[in-house]
């Protein structure tokens, strides 16, 4: 089984805090995904990664920067926490080829920005 | 805009009640479309759906896609409180790397 696990399931920070969220899979999948959470506005992708040091943006990237230095692990980086980054953040990793592949979601890390 | 949209955002049945949810996609280079079922954590797998017509089927829950009109269902029969969650649904278009992008979700509730 695809195993995605993430280092808090819950996080409370002070506003302009620096804050690094883990995220590390087991299955040597190549591509792995930030995203959060919020009710109402469902999963919106915050930045993904197709391989080692390589990444790219997604649809809300503002805010965040990411770092993917071993194939297994893609953090999330919030430089400076802010009340509007309280959410759930999950990560996802998935295979790549020629097919189309699901991606595998870990628990979720709740995080609270005061 | 590529947007997802999903319908009802909520719903509220009867244990055994059979249940329809939408999903509609406003883009063109699709390749595949994707239903997950989440509860109180990660979102899990349920269908991956490229071709139309097919249906894929598990259990109580199917979907099938149609890639002319742009949308999906996903039927859960007989339905059970277990089935409680919120349904997401994603798509992935060709070229975009293994990108999805997800609707908001239906919030499902099964009463006794």
């Known amino acids: 089984d695809v195993k995605v696990t993430q280092s808090s399931r819950y996080l409370v920070k002070r506003t302009g805090e620096k804050v690094f969220l883990e995220c590390v899979q087991d299955m040597d999948h190549e591509n792995m995904f930030w995203y959060r959470q919020d009710p109402g506005l469902g999963l919106r992708l915050i930045y993904f990664?197709?391989?080692?040091?390589?990444?790219e943006k997604g649809d809300i990237p503002e805010g965040y920067s990411v770092s993917r230095e071993k194939k297994e692990r893609f953090s999330l980086i919030l430089e400076s926490a802010s009340t509007n980054q309280t959410s759930m953040y999950l990560c996802?990793?998935?295979?790549?080829?020629?097919?189309?592949?699901?991606?595998?979601f870990g628990p979720g890390t709740r995080l609270t920005v005061t | 805009e590529d947007k997802v949209v999903q319908s009802p955002l909520s719903l509220v049945v009867h244990e055994g009640d059979t249940v329809t949810l939408n999903c509609s996609y406003e883009v063109t280079n699709f390749r595949s479309l994707l239903w997950y079922k989440q509860e109180k954590k990660a979102p899990t797998f349920l269908f991956m759906l490229?071709?139309?017509?097919i249906e894929k089927k598990s259990g109580r829950l199917s979907s099938i896609l149609d890639k002319k009109e742009l949308f999906s269902i996903l039927n859960i029969t007989a339905t059970q409180t277990g089935d409680s969650a919120v349904y997401l649904c994603a798509r992935r278009i060709t070229g975009g790397g293994n990108k999805l992008t997800f609707g908001t979700g239906t919030q499902l509730k099964v009463e006794l």
């Open positions: 990664s197709y391989d080692v040091k390589m990444k």
């Open positions: 996802a990793s998935s295979a790549t080829g020629t097919g189309s592949y699901e991606q595998y």
């Open positions: 490229t071709s139309s017509g």
